[in-house]
Structures are given as structure tokens and as C-alpha cells.
């Protein structure tokens, strides 16, 4: 896929291009790319249009015209997660109203649960393993935009966890499940290691975004193992499986301790080498982490929010609902917890290197947020900017996954 992208200043139209250009770095907080005006313009017309349609609007196109409106930029994380295109199709389909998004999610997996059930008959463990894991992701998937009932969504999402927990081991490559013990709260993940590797491994620790889980991104290890990476997928307090022991709140910052901790206990794993990615809100929070314990060798931080007090009332009520729900409180209170998600003052005193990756088609947190972020890092610095990618770069994920891996090995082997 072409995308008009912005890497460390320079302009690529290739993702070979970007790769090559990642091993170059911006040092002691000197930006190298320049943009007219203040930044840009912090909410374009379209973010604004986009962020007030209605629910009832919504559910009148599925009425109408199905799920299966859905742009083929918004069918690429299902696409990314497993789903068959002719399956994603089928699904979207029969998406009649929001309602029955979650159904039609639920007899998808239904059938990826039978494939499941055909190959293990037939003795073809490794595709039962995978058609499980799909399944597992269409559980995931139909929990998302269950928007009226927690307890119905946290059902869907637990049916998820247990169903990856059962095959997780059986994958290709494996996914072990381990826990990050903190404050006694054991945080659930999944850790991933690279092929013959002779000494112990530097790790990556994937942290979600507000919708997305461990049994998701650990799927998005391999350009890391790929170039002798470890990965843990780990859910923090408010997402996944964690949601059930520990909500989101200020001052969790000590986690970062924790997975060092962890880490040191794994003799496949370099304690010392060990960085952190973050999505959307938790984007925000590896920074935060990567700031309280600079020991920590590297941060990178996708579409993050950076002050996101002047857009927070902007953004679709749905959003506003599923932060809300991974905090532990109701949408009304969110202007209250905002300033605890401002990165303005925790970016300044941040020391360990920090690659950002912005998106310049994202609805969610505005594009801005990530060019402000990367111009007030102090510390080594690096920034990937995909023009036509949406919220948490979806549609690029294979690129800047690679990048972000390439960056993160460099970085790693100069700790």
C-alpha cells in the first residue's frame, strides 16, 4: 500500500524507503520537520463532522445498507486480526443495527469454532489452533461495539480470553501466558520469543488502547521476533482480562517496576533492554511509565493523545463510553481525569529514546497530537508520520510495525 508518509522529517512514498530512513535519529530534541502554522489545525472539519453522527444515523445505514458500508480502510484491523475477507464480508452482512453487531460477530465465531472442531478431528491440531484463535478474535470483535450492557460486553470478552488461553500454546509461533505480578495483582499476557536465539532477548511490552486486548496485538509480533525481538502482550489495569481485577486510575506508574521485575525472572529475557509500545490512551501511559523509571530502554507511542483536554468534547460519544468503561467511570466524568492523561509536563522530563507514530486520517485523537508530542520530546527522538493512516494506523500496520521493530532494534542494541 502507497501512503504519503513523513519519517524522522523526511518525505517517502514507499514503505522501503521509510525503513531505510528509520535507522536515522533525532538527537537532543531538535526538530527537523517543518509544518506551517502552530502545528496544524487541531480538529480539521472532517474530524468534527465525523465525531457527531449520531447513533441513530448509524443504525439507519446498517438498516439500510448493512455493516457492509464499512470503508476498506475500517474492514483492515478485522482483516489484520484473522478474519477471512469473504468471512469480514459475510459478517458485515448481516449487520442490520448496532444491536446486531455483536450477534452477527458471535455466528461467526460459531463457525471458525467448527472448522475448529473438523480440523482437530481430522488430526490438523495447527489449523484447529488457528481456526480457535480466529474465533477468539471474532468474540473480541463483537465485545467492542456492545454499547448497551457492560456485563453483556464483559461476557463476549471473557468467552475470548478462554478460547485464545486454550490454544494460545499451540500457535505458531507459540503464545505462552504469564502474568506481570503488581501490587499483588497478577496482569494477565502473552509472551512470544525469537528463534534460536543464543543469549537473552531484549523485549517489547505491546500495552493496549481502549479497544484493543493482549489476544489482539500479540498477533502483531512477528517484525519484532523477526528481528530477535521478544514480545509481551500484556493487559494493564482497565483492559482485557486486567479489567476484572483492576480498574485505570492515576498514579499506576510503579507497573513499570513490575514488568522490569517480571523480566529479570525470565532467563530468555534481557532486563536490561526493555521497551515499551503503547496504543491511543496507553500510548500516552509507555510515555508516562517510560518517564517514572528511566531505566527502561526505549518508548514508542502510536496516535497518542497528547493534551487532550480541548478535544475531549469533541470526540463521538462512543469513544468518550469506551474510555469511560476502561476507567471505571461514566463519560460525565472524564474532564475530571483528563489532566492525568496530559503529556505536556511528563514529555519534558522524559530521558529514554521515543519514536511516535502519528496518523494523519485519524478521527480519534487529532493528527496534531502526535507532531506535538514528537516537538516537545527532549530526549532522542523519532517520528513516523503515515498521512492517510487512521486511528492506531490500522490501515498501515504492517508498516509501521516494521518500522517501529527496525527502530526498536537499533535502539535496543545501542542500551
Not at 528463534?195 to 512477528?222: Q, Y
Request: hydrophobic residues 45%; positive net charge; contains cysteine.
Amino acid at each position: 500500500m502507497k501512503s504519503s508518509t513523513w519519517v524522522d522529517g523526511v518525505r517517502a512514498r514507499q514503505l522501503p524507503a521509510c525503513r531505510h530512513a528509520i535507522l536515522r535519529r533525532a538527537r537532543g530534541g531538535r526538530d527537523r520537520r517543518e509544518v506551517p502554522g502552530r502545528v496544524v489545525q487541531m480538529l480539521s472539519a472532517r474530524y468534527v463532522i465525523a465525531n457527531r453522527i449520531p447513533l441513530a444515523a448509524i443504525d439507519l445505514t446498517f438498516r439500510v445498507a448493512s455493516a457492509a458500508v464499512l470503508s476498506r480502510a475500517g474492514r483492515y484491523r478485522f482483516v489484520v486480526g484473522g478474519i477471512t475477507p469473504r468471512q469480514l464480508a459475510a459478517t458485515l452482512a448481516r449487520i442490520r443495527t448496532i444491536r446486531s453487531w455483536p450477534v452477527a460477530w458471535v455466528r461467526t465465531a460459531r463457525s471458525y469454532l467448527n472448522q475448529a472442531r473438523t480440523g482437530r478431528r481430522s488430526g490438523d491440531l495447527a489449523i484447529a489452533a488457528e481456526q480457535q484463535r480466529s474465533a477468539a478474535l471474532c468474540y473480541h470483535f463483537a465485545h467492542i461495539f456492545e454499547l448497551e450492557n457492560l456485563e453483556r460486553r464483559r461476557r463476549l470478552y471473557r468467552r475470548a480470553a478462554r478460547l485464545f488461553r486454550d490454544v494460545a500454546p499451540h500457535l505458531a509461533p507459540p503464545a505462552f501466558p504469564v502474568e506481570v505480578d503488581w501490587r499483588g495483582t497478577p496482569l494477565p499476557g502473552y509472551l512470544r520469543l525469537p528463534e534460536s536465539s543464543s543469549r537473552p532477548a531484549p523485549l517489547v511490552v505491546l500495552l493496549n488502547g481502549s479497544s484493543t486486548v493482549k489476544e489482539e496485538t500479540i498477533g502483531w509480533a512477528t517484525p519484532f521476533l523477526q528481528r530477535g525481538l521478544a514480545v509481551l502482550a500484556l493487559d494493564t489495569p482497565g483492559s482485557g482480562e486486567a479489567w476484572d481485577l483492576a480498574l485505570a486510575a492515576p498514579g499506576q506508574e510503579d507497573i513499570a517496576e513490575a514488568i522490569i521485575d517480571f523480566t529479570s525472572r525470565v532467563p530468555e529475557l534481557d532486563s536490561r533492554k526493555v521497551s515499551l509500545l503503547g496504543v491511543s490512551l496507553r500510548g500516552a501511559m509507555a510515555v508516562q511509565l517510560a518517564t517514572h523509571l528511566p531505566e527502561l530502554a526505549a518508548v514508542v507511542a502510536v496516535t497518542p493523545p497528547y493534551d487532550p483536554a480541548p478535544y475531549l468534547p469533541y470526540l463521538h460519544p462512543i469513544v468518550q463510553q469506551d474510555v469511560a468503561w476502561a476507567i471505571g467511570v461514566t463519560p460525565a466524568d472524564l474532564p475530571n481525569l483528563v489532566s492525568h492523561i496530559t503529556l505536556v509536563e511528563a514529555v519534558r522530563a522524559l530521558r529514554v529514546p521515543l519514536m511516535v507514530v502519528g496518523a494523519g486520517a485519524d478521527l480519534v485523537v487529532p493528527p496534531a497530537e502526535a507532531l506535538r508530542l514528537y516537538r516537545a520530546a527532549a530526549s532522542p527522538k523519532y517520528l513516523l508520520f503515515l498521512d492517510d493512516a487512521n486511528h492506531v494506523a490500522f490501515t498501515h500496520l504492517e508498516q509501521w510495525t516494521a518500522a517501529a521493530a527496525d527502530w526498536l532494534a537499533a535502539t535496543l542494541s545501542e542500551a
